[in-house]
């Protein structure tokens, strides 16, 4: 197992609150300064972690929509996103956070989000939208399960109710949406365009 993957199963594990390069190299059973051999420093393995975090996470959901498209494409993308977040709490936390400060153009955590974005693009290509409303439905597919599957990971349902039902029924809400979305487009786009041989 390399530093990087070991280090990835501990925040996992533990979280990055209470992560350290002292506790990494207990758990390889090697002396702390044999793991710069491998790393410059924490913030350079954390940094690794979250690269190979979000390229795992954008493989889930691709493997998981290949061959689907529309309602179909979203409930299994969506679900592949939510077991993800719940088996790599760690993980997805710090790939999340790299995601919004990548350290210059060269930054590998760059591709890796690019990546993600394409899955989620990908969950939504069946749905026909226009590309005025693309963006609009990416930031609100990822608002939605980023917030659920989050707050699921850390015990944030309490209530007593099934949280399976509680995301059943958040992507059945969002593929009503977006079918609507599609179909109000359509309907304007016809009431524009006169009849061939039309004034």
Do not use: C
Not at 30 to 47: F, G, I, M, N
Not at 82 to 87: A, K, M, N
Not at 181 to 197: E, S
């Amino acid at each position: 197992m390399s530093v990087t993957e070991a280090g990835a199963a501990l925040i996992d594990e533990i979280g990055l609150e209470k992560f350290s390069m002292g506790l990494l190299a207990e758990r390889l059973e090697v002396k702390t300064p044999a793991l710069y051999k491998h790393v410059t420093s924490q913030a350079d393995l954390v940094h690794r972690i979250a690269v190979r975090a979000m390229a795992e996470f954008a493989d889930a959901i691709r493997d998981a929509i290949q061959g689907r498209a529309g309602s179909d494409a979203l409930a299994t993308g969506a679900q592949a996103m939510r077991t993800y977040v719940l088996e790599h709490p760690g993980q997805y936390a710090v790939g999340d956070a790299a995601a919004a400060r990548a350290t210059g153009p060269d930054d590998p955590i760059i591709p890796a989000v690019k990546r993600v974005v394409a899955s989620w693009a990908a969950m939504l290509r069946g749905y026909h939208l226009d590309s005025s409303q693309e963006i609009h439905a990416l930031r609100m597919l990822r608002s939605a399960l980023h917030g659920f599957s989050t707050q699921e990971a850390a015990g944030g349902f309490q209530i007593d109710a099934s949280v399976d039902n509680s995301f059943t029924w958040m992507i059945n809400f969002l593929d009503r949406g977006l079918h609507d979305i599609t179909a109000t487009a359509t309907a304007a786009t016809t009431t524009r365009t006169p009849p061939p041989g039309g004034h």
